[in-house]
């Protein structure tokens, strides 16, 4: 289990640095210093490989989610929790991987989408109501069209033509989208705290 870990962790790395489709077998065994062979003992093909690494970043992804949410004084410091976890998740990962998962690993792809479509979601929408019971976000807002307005805009950053790697940083430019979306639910006690939050960031 324990080389088992070494190929999926390597392959995670290298997959976040130069995207999936650019990197072979060849060259993650290399990497590693084991023989191609010895990676096909462990996984049958690239795509299983790929597999494995798009079920442990959404496994870790639900955790950090799940805590982060469960450890939050109030729904806005769950956001800035999110906020550093997209930080970390995104800072050095190539724009590309969504895509070459898209189109060259359906199976690794389907698994990202029941991720969305399900998991985030569901921490999305009870986000925004939890917000509403503390008087944080606005009473009127529709939850459900915010909530799938967020699911979409997550995708944003992945987009290539709207916003080219050569010009934007993934990490920065979710973070900002994020922002953008909190200012728009908050109250007036909702945004004197967003203030807060910032203020209790910048001063670290």
């Known amino acids: 289990m324990e080389i088992q870990e070494r190929i999926r962790q390597k392959a995670d790395e290298l997959f976040r640095r130069y995207g999936i489709r650019s990197v072979t077998m060849d060259e993650i065994a290399t990497q590693l210093g084991m023989s191609k062979k010895t990676i096909y003992q ?6 299983q490989l790929v597999d ?12 950090c989610c799940t805590r982060d949410a469960a450890v939050s004084a109030n729904a806005i410091e769950e956001i ?19 895509h070459d998962l898209e189109k060259y690993h359906p199976g690794g792809f389907k ?14 929408k ?7 019971k503390e008087e944080l976000y606005r009473p009127e807002i529709d939850i459900e069209v915010m909530t799938r307005y967020r699911l979409e805009s997550l995708m ?29 639910l908050a109250t007036l006690k909702g945004y ?10 910048l001063n670290r």
């Open 156 to 184: 944003l950053g992945f987009n290539a033509d709207l916003f080219p790697s050569s010009k934007f940083n993934l990490a920065k430019l979710q973070q900002e989208i994020l922002e953008h979306f909190l200012y728009g």
């Open 52 to 63: 494995a690494v798009a079920v442990d970043e959404i496994h870790y992804s639900q955790e």
């Open 126 to 132: 009870k986000n925004i109501e939890r917000g509403i």
């Open 80 to 98: 800035f929790r999110v906020m550093e976890f997209v930080e970390i998740m995104f800072r050095n990962m190539n724009p590309s991987m969504l």
């Open 111 to 124: 698994k990202f989408l029941e991720h969305k479509n399900k998991f985030l979601y569901e921490m999305i």
């Open 42 to 47: 462990y996984y049958t093909d690239k795509d």
């Open 192 to 201: 004197k705290l967003i203030l807060k939050y910032k203020q209790q960031r």
